[in-house]
């Protein structure tokens, strides 16, 4: 079976960093997708970060140069290094992971998040 397993979120001050993390079993974050979202209070789940199986990554603009996309192949771990953080970026963050079964499509594998809260 496929799990993810987010981890890493926490209070922090403004101004100040987190690492989240994303932990996959029963799959290689390395041949697919892995991306980062988040949600807020009465808002849409919105797209953060995108980490793609050829390595090559995405930011959405309000974290871009914040926010680091890593992965560490030997813990099949996908990271999100949040620096500088504002109260903007207070919200639940989840991890996904989008494969393509083969005569079957894109599927699409959730977390259960983590919660980042940004606080003076």
């Known amino acids: 079976q496929i799990h993810l397993v987010e981890s890493g979120g926490g209070v922090a001050q403004p101004g100040g960093s987190l690492r989240l993390a994303c932990a996959a079993s029963?799959?290689?974050?390395?041949?697919?997708?892995v991306a980062w979202y988040r949600q807020g209070p009465g808002s849409e789940r919105i797209l953060v970060a995108r980490l793609n199986k050829d390595g090559s990554k995405e930011y959405v603009d309000s974290v871009k140069g914040r926010f680091i996309l890593s992965r560490g192949n030997a813990e099949n771990t996908v990271y999100l290094r949040m620096d500088d953080l504002n109260l903007e970026d207070s919200a639940h963050y989840y991890c996904t992971l989008v494969t393509v079964i083969p005569s079957v499509g894109a599927r699409a594998y959730w977390g259960q998040g983590t919660q980042v809260i940004v606080s003076s």
């Open positions: 029963g799959i290689r974050v390395s041949l697919n997708d």
